[in-house]
């Protein structure tokens, strides 16, 4: 499975963005689809997850404000990004497991800046 994560840019404190992200390959081994980020010097974090059957959960931060879906027909999951805050400031990355093993995919990070 290949990841192509895109959308990343530079938006202004309460703006929004939107991060997309494409998946190839062999997509029928695809289970959940999450979108995680990364600070210099921390750990990447889970930001928003959805399972193939379309349950989501939020790092709660960011409940109220980013909008996680997934298209399984086309093979895409995107962030809907709202209210930014200077401390979204990352690099995300989109991430998928397998449904058969306990493989992890990642795409390339695409970074975020909020920034006045």
């Known amino acids: 499975v290949q990841l192509q994560a895109s959308g990343g840019g530079l938006a202004q404190p309460g703006g929004s963005l939107r991060l997309a992200c494409v998946a190839s390959g062999n997509i029928f081994d695809i289970n959940t689809l999450a979108w995680y980020r990364q600070v210099p010097e921390n750990e990447r974090e889970p930001v928003a997850t959805?399972?193939?059957?379309?349950?989501?959960s939020y790092k709660d931060s960011v409940k109220g404000r980013f909008i996680i879906s997934r298209d399984n027909a086309k093979n895409t999951v995107d962030l809907q990004m709202n209210s930014l805050r200077p401390e979204d400031t990352a690099v995300y990355y989109c991430y998928a497991n397998s449904r058969t093993s306990t493989v992890s995919y990642w795409g390339q990070g695409t970074l975020v800046t909020v920034s006045s």
């Open positions: 959805i399972t193939r059957g379309g349950f989501t």
